[in-house]
């Protein structure tokens, strides 16, 4: 049975020792960076010797949103548009299907390699002085347009066949530090986080996979980050917002977290994540995260079960079509200087 974490490689194979513990440890999934990408032929290789590993068609996971963030790029894959200028063009060209066909191609181009989950899309709500970290990723400023276009993005996706979790729970756009290197503070009120940052997840909150955040939010729980934190994750992000899908952990590795390695998987599956996520690749750690992952069981399991079961998928039947779309669309937003 899988345990509830889901971990990374080191390389662009997957070494005796990383099969040796995938088979032993069991993660749930496999989650893939620029780290361990080649080319096509290599990736597909890649995904299948680590399902071969697992023993069973475990999932694998990337970050694809476009912009900034894209683990599969050129020379093989083409580059897309961060999520702001996708929605500012798909809005300019008055192309409503646009961010749903962009995905479906993405989504695609996954589905290709063995890639079956997407860590997107990103629904953090901008605000004047978010950190760089969340930047163009981000929709925009207004909540209903983020979730309108974390929608579009999402449907593309599993029109593919792929899994879309969205990003950051229960909201990012008002960290001004990157959580990759400390811990965000958020001071606002709880009225102003239900009005604005809660308000793009609450809209999508049938989808069945989402990822939360490493931020504090004083108004709910000043000690501990959302993803350690049984307050933000029960009452906000099970009870206000309302998802009952299944629940990520952004990466362990991250230095807004405290703690040994352990440390921060055992405080993060406590506080009611289904999945610790461990993103590193390294040896140590992963072994101490799959000494705190329990077997995936009960509401995790059915969760889990859940978020994989998604309608028949085919690739799209236009994708010509929709890059000329897409170039113009570009060309219209960018002449504007947006």
Request: hydrophobic share 45%; with cysteine.
């Amino acid at each position: 049975m899988p345990r509830a974490f889901v971990t990374g490689l080191k390389g662009t194979m997957l070494s005796p020792d990383e099969r040796a513990f995938v088979a032993d440890a069991a993660p749930w999934g496999l989650i893939l960076f620029r780290r361990n990408v080649e080319d096509p032929g290599q990736l597909r290789r890649l995904t299948g010797d680590f399902r071969d590993a697992a023993g069973w068609h475990a999932p694998v996971l990337i970050d694809q949103e476009g912009g900034r963030v894209q683990r599969l790029t050129a020379p093989h894959w083409r580059k897309y548009p961060s999520g702001r200028r996708l929605a500012g063009a798909a809005a300019m060209a008055g192309d409503p299907t646009l961010i749903t066909d962009i995905a479906h191609l993405i989504g695609d181009d996954l589905a290709a390699v063995g890639i079956d989950v997407d860590c997107a899309p990103c629904l953090d709500v901008a605000t004047a002085d978010m950190t760089p970290a969340i930047g163009d990723r981000s929709y925009g400023e207004r909540p209903d347009l983020v979730a309108a276009a974390g929608r579009a993005f999402a449907e593309g996706l599993i029109a593919a066949g792929v899994l879309p979790v969205i990003k950051h729970l229960p909201g990012h756009g008002r960290a001004r530090v990157d959580s990759h290197h400390e811990l965000p503070v958020v001071g606002a009120s709880l009225d102003t986080l239900a009005a604005t940052d809660f308000r793009p997840f609450e809209l999508l909150n049938d989808l069945p996979a989402a990822m939360t955040a490493h931020l504090v939010y004083t108004a709910i729980d000043p000690e501990r980050p959302a993803t350690q934190s049984p307050a933000v994750i029960s009452e906000i992000i099970r009870g206000r917002i309302g998802f009952d899908g299944l629940l990520f952990s952004d990466d362990l590795s991250m230095n807004a977290l405290k703690g040994s390695i352990a440390e921060r998987a055992r405080a993060t599956l406590a506080a009611g994540c289904d999945i610790a996520l461990h993103c590193s690749g390294d040896m140590a750690e992963m072994v101490a995260v799959a000494a705190e992952a329990p077997e995936l069981t009960g509401k995790a399991a059915v969760r889990a079960e859940l978020a994989l079961k998604r309608p028949a998928a085919s690739p799209h039947d236009d994708p010509q079509g929709v890059l000329a779309r897409l170039d113009a669309a570009l060309a219209i937003h960018d002449a504007a200087g947006v």
